[in-house]
């Protein structure tokens, strides 16, 4: 009895002991948060989800030197216009993916490892630093995460030891983390290191900080109130480089923390859908291409014409419904299973930047102000010729494609829609960026048309311009008046100068004729027709034209190491009128018709009645619309049809919409940013009055005087619109 009573005891110590031990084992056990296994898996997978080329990997595995290195790439090259060092990072996540990924014969393959290990551990030997900051900050940290990621227990413990230092140069109290713009890429990439050594506590921090990126900071860098982006304090546009990546950025952790504890608040992501929308993609020709008139050095960087992706719209879609259906149009244009229906006119006071679209056509102005520089710096080599693409630009696309890659071939001094003095040859490079002259800037818009007033004075040349812009549903119309230049070198108006798509057709008095290739002035001319798009001379005009090839080299604007330094030529047409040199006073009017054809020619313009084109007014009427469109450079007023004289008091913009003889609604806005009221005059009662502007009846005038209250602080140059 007391020998079994000894066993039972004993059994029942060795199960406590057993179960103390199975206790004490767990508890060594880190415990792992199952979102953020997740989370850490979702990264994985997406780091994964690129197809694999075998048949480049097996070149890669080939060509690999004994050291570790591939030939073709400059090792010792770090400056900031060369950097090659950037291939090799790319060649390790590829063949990282190779190795890893299901499917492929290359998975797990040992001889890949040891090409891996090989390129890696010279990387770490090296430990190479950049002279942009870029670099060590963003592009080596986000390949080598990759890497990690992506091979993971495969890597050895001394070769993570290793990349986690430098990975670790992504941080929130880097250089290049400023608030806005790339601070948020950075806090991504540490936010994927953190998943990789599954740090709960700091993760969860970096998520916040992510969040607390969407913001309005207007005038500084970052989003602005009108949704354009600045990256810098010069306020140059920024939206499609920078500000793209701050939303792919954002709208990347967006979708990865969406229905975990870590997901983002409706208010911050519904600013960023807004942004996206209302910023991103207005400036985008149809939202699926980018418009040249955005680009900034970018326009000297090769690239083929595509769509945008869908990815971040896609990623938005996963978080909330807010705007969902307008989300899905997006994606579905770029994906070419939709055709675009937007119409609009839209205005980025803050930028300086005007975007106008209808189905089948985009155009935009950009300019510059007192409140704006004129260009980005040529950082890094690249654009190195853009002294005036912000002097007036006017690009027009039908299909996105008509200016790809054309800057290699380009003449700089012939941007469309400026007016430019023709030098022998361009200020230096270091001349590029300078501080606006004008403050008298800016657009009335309705959101659906609009007017654009620039007070152009070059901050490169001894010249001046009023030049205008007035948009309508199926054509618009370009004036310019006061064009003086004291240098005694002529001066050159660009209509246009894209990429030579088929047939220019030219109508000289009452003969029409196709032109052959070359270049030539043409006298008398009504009209030239290219590529779908129509260029109307409401009085007979000398043209100059050029419809033939064009020589360059992508190094002469980009002097990036890897910028090709062969010769390219191109075929393109460039239209412009010449005002000859030092021209006192001289003018300009035309109108562009896209989306016509030459069988149309005759008939378009016919609802256009310039009004005037002085430098003290200029007026254009629509009669098929029933709009008048103004710009007063001084306090004045016009009669614009017999039963309507408008006025105003003091400089501004005003566009006036009708409905037989009553005025039906009044849009103004003040491009100078001074006014807190605007006071416009039309005959006719106009008896309504509104929270934001006051009417009055002068009977004795028999004139309506309306004062509008003006938007202002962030607000100040948006239009205002009241309606009868």
């Keep these: 009895m007391a020998k079994n009573f000894n066993i039972i005891i004993r059994l029942k110590l060795l199960i406590v002991f057993l179960l103390i031990s199975l206790i004490n084992a767990q508890a060594a056990k880190p415990?792992?948060?199952?979102?953020?296994e997740l989370l850490r898996q979702k990264v994985i997978a997406e780091l994964m989800a690129p197809e694999v080329n075998e048949s480049h990997a097996r070149e890669l595995m080939a060509d690999i030197r004994p050291d570790g290195t591939w030939p073709g790439i400059d090792y010792v090259d770090v400056s900031n216009t060369g950097f090659q060092h950037a291939r090799h990072l790319g060649n390790m996540v590829e063949l990282s993916r190779a190795f890893k990924k299901k499917g492929t014969k290359l998975k797990g393959d040992k001889k890949l490892k040891a090409v891996i290990y090989s390129a890696l551990n010279y990387w770490l030997a090296n430990d190479f630093i950049c002279q942009n900051w870029w670099h060590n900050q963003i592009g080596t940290p986000v390949a080598l995460n990759s890497v990690l990621l992506i091979m993971d227990t495969d890597l050895t413990k001394e070769q993570v030891e290793k990349m986690l230092p430098m990975i670790g140069r992504a941080h929130l109290t880097a250089s290049g983390a400023r608030p806005s713009g790339d601070r948020i890429k950075i806090a991504g990439i540490l936010a994927k290191n953190l998943l990789y050594r599954r740090d709960e506590v700091q993760f969860a921090e970096v998520i916040k900080v992510i969040e607390g990126e969407i913001k309005f900071n207007t005038g500084q860098r970052g989003m602005q109130h009108d949704y354009?982006?600045?990256?810098?304090?010069?306020?140059?546009?920024?939206?499609?480089?920078?500000?793209?990546?701050?939303?792919?950025?954002?709208a990347e952790w967006a979708a990865f923390v969406a229905g975990t504890k870590y997901q983002f608040s409706e208010k911050p992501l519904q600013q960023l859908i807004d942004y996206?929308?209302?910023?991103?993609?207005?400036?985008?020709?149809f939202g699926k291409y980018d418009d040249t008139g955005t680009k900034n050095r970018d326009i000297t960087r090769s690239e083929r014409h595509r769509a945008m992706g869908t990815t971040t719209p896609e990623r938005l879609l996963k978080t909330t419904d807010y705007r969902k259906s307008e989300l899905e149009e997006i994606i579905k244009i770029r994906k070419g299973e939709a055709a675009p229906t937007l119409s609009f006119g839209k205005f980025f006071w803050q930028t300086e930047h005007f975007s106008f679209q209808r189905p089948d056509f985009f155009t935009s102005v950009?300019?510059?102000?007192?409140?704006?520089?004129?260009?980005?710096v040529p950082y890094n080599g690249e654009g190195l010729m853009n002294h005036h693409r912000g002097d007036g630009t006017n690009y027009i696309s039908r299909t996105g494609d008509e200016y790809t890659n054309i800057a290699p071939v380009y003449d700089w001094q012939k941007i469309p829609g400026t007016t430019i003095l023709q030098k022998p040859e361009l200020p230096s490079e270091n001349e590029i960026q300078k501080k606006g002259l004008t403050d008298f800037v800016g657009a009335v818009t309705d959101g659906k048309y609009g007017a654009v007033a620039y007070d152009f004075k070059s901050p490169h040349d001894p010249l001046t311009a009023k030049k205008a812009w007035f948009f309508f549903d199926n054509e618009y119309v370009c004036l310019g008046a006061g064009i003086n230049s004291r240098a005694k070198l002529p001066v050159a108006t660009t209509i246009n100068q894209c990429l030579l798509n088929g047939d220019v057709v030219v109508m000289n008095g009452d003969k029409k004729s196709t032109v052959e290739k070359g270049?030539?002035?043409?006298?008398?001319?009504?009209?030239?027709?290219?590529?779908?798009?129509?260029?109307?001379?409401p009085e007979v005009q000398k043209v100059n034209l050029s419809n033939q090839a064009q020589t360059g080299s992508w190094f002469k604007i980009n002097r990036q190491s890897d910028s090709p330094k062969d010769e390219v030529s191109k075929d393109v047409f460039k239209l412009w009128i010449d005002h000859?040199?030092?021209?006192q006073n001289a003018s300009y009017q035309y109108i562009v018709v896209p989306g016509t054809s030459e069988a149309e020619m005759g008939k378009v313009g016919q609802q256009i009645v310039i009004l005037s084109n002085t430098s003290e007014i200029q007026a254009v009427k629509h009669s098929g619309l029933n709009i008048y469109q103004i710009i007063f450079y001084t306090s004045g007023e016009i009669k614009v049809s017999e039963n309507l004289t408008i006025g105003m008091d003091s400089p501004g913009t005003v566009m006036v919409k009708t409905e037989g003889a009553a005025v039906k609604q009044i849009s103004v806005a003040d491009p100078s940013r001074k006014l807190g009221k605007i006071h416009v005059a039309v005959t006719g009662k106009f008896e309504k009055s509104g929270e934001n502007f006051?009417?009055?009846?002068?009977?004795?005038?028999?004139?309506?005087?309306?004062?509008?209250?003006?938007?202002?602080?962030?607000?100040?140059?948006?239009?205002?619109?009241?309606?009868e």
């Excluded at 354009?228 to 793209?244: A, C, I, K, P």
């Excluded at 000859?580 to 021209?583: A, D, I, L, M, S």
Aim: a negative charge.
């Design 31 to 36: 415990f792992i948060n199952p979102e953020i």
């Design 228 to 250: 354009s982006f600045h990256h810098r304090e010069d306020r140059v546009n920024n939206t499609l480089s920078y500000g793209l990546g701050y939303a792919d950025a954002f």
């Design 580 to 583: 000859g040199q030092q021209p």
């Design 276 to 285: 996206y929308l209302d910023g991103i993609c207005k400036q985008m020709v």
């Design 694 to 723: 006051k009417s009055v009846w002068n009977k004795e005038k028999g004139i309506s005087e309306i004062a509008i209250d003006l938007p202002q602080t962030v607000y100040a140059g948006q239009s205002v619109t009241i309606e």
């Design 366 to 376: 950009r300019m510059h102000s007192t409140r704006n520089d004129n260009m980005e």
């Design 519 to 537: 270049e030539r002035p043409l006298d008398e001319v009504k009209w030239i027709l290219h590529d779908g798009i129509g260029y109307v001379f």
